[in-house]
């Protein structure tokens, strides 16, 4: 009789080898993924859903932000990042899957469509010779004492053992990190910033809406006067009040960057805990119907809106963070810091979500850089990490974490793979310097 408690998966392990491992398949895992097997590498990408994406799909994100400078002249903003980021835009344009520059605040931002977005990486990855594992968990980590070897996963078929030479977690969670006992952070003392459900919003009469709000997708202050008369009146329960809408890449349709999502105890939900992501989930799909439902009855060109589909999940922020070999910080961002190392840059201004009202803080006519050891665990070997999880303070991320830049960070570190397997060195050895060097030569213009 087996014992009570001892029955464990008994289907056959199927063992898996590449040079590069990659897990998690959102912007920074796309990009490491595709640019390493271009350099010849044989590369697995480990994703969670059918599809990739992360937070720009799943999370329905639904912009490309980061790729502009934010300014108050006359001249207007211009683009000054490119590389990878550039030329998944430009196939999503070719496409039609991506709008046109539209203004936020002072800066711009692209709107994308999330389908075409999955099949243009899919395209990317298939072009590139990547192995992609969908829907397909990581659930262990494999270690030889401080050396990650790979990760188990669980898929439909069975479960995997996969071995890379070089292992990149770029689950966003900082999943492969927390596996291994590697030293990581979470927030400011584990306090988060807010996760979102955002929403797309069919019926528009976008032109009625345009004409009465304008051209920023920054919501004026007319709007948040209503909904702050909207609460007021005990007929509506609207928790932020500075909201994002966006016109869409289709007619009649608006991107809707409006929730805020807090427990029933009033703190900001932490996603890394079962019970809040659960909890995100409903309340945030509560939240969406009272917003579509204030839009319907208050704003300009919605009096026919209905809620075309919210994200599979909900958008989250910030969660783990790897502690890095370096750590961007807040004062970076603000001060447009650059660094001999800096292997991507942003113009994103500090966008912080906690409480009613986001709090937006710009870096004007300027870009900061990010440097190579942010993506270098101060403790573990054969591990690079990529997007949302680098080594950033909490203000910091407010910035890092968006599209553009998680495209500039796998393309930095898919070359940085790439070095390391061909090189037989370890991650930690590459001089940040010659990266540069090298994703410069690949079209990354980081001395423009």
Known sequence: MMGQGLLHDVRPVIRLDADVLVVGGGAAGLATAVTAARNGLQVIVLERYGFCGGGAVAGLSGTVCGLYSATENNN???????GFADEFVRRLEGAGGLAGPVRYGKTLTRVHDPIMWRETADAMLVEAGVEVLYHTVATRVLMDGDRVEGVQAWSKQGPLDIRARIVVDASGDADVVAMAGLPSFVGDNGRVQNPTMIFRLGGVDVE????????DTIMPAQVSAMIADANASGRFTLPRSKIWLF??????????????ITGADGRELNTLFYK???????????QMREY????????????RAFVIDTGVQVGVRQTRQVEGVKKLGNNDVVQGTKFTDGIARSPWPIELHSGSKPRVEWLLDDVYEIPYGCFVPRQGENLLVAGRC???EHEAVASARVTAQCFSYGHAVGHAASIAVRDNIAPR?????????????DGARLDA
């Open 208 to 215: 009625a809406f345009t004409a009465v709000y304008g051209e």
């Open 390 to 392: 680098l080594s950033a």
């Open 276 to 286: 809040d992501f659960a909890e995100a989930e409903v309340r945030g799909r509560q």
């Open 247 to 260: 016109a869409t890449t289709h007619a009649g349709e608006l991107l809707c960057n409006c929730t805020r």
């Open 292 to 303: 579509a439902r204030f839009f319907r009855e208050n704003l300009a060109g919605c009096g």
């Open 76 to 82: 207007g903003p211009e683009q000054v990042v490119f």
């Open 429 to 441: 050895d590459i001089s940040g310097r010659e990266l540069r060097d090298v994703l410069n030569r």
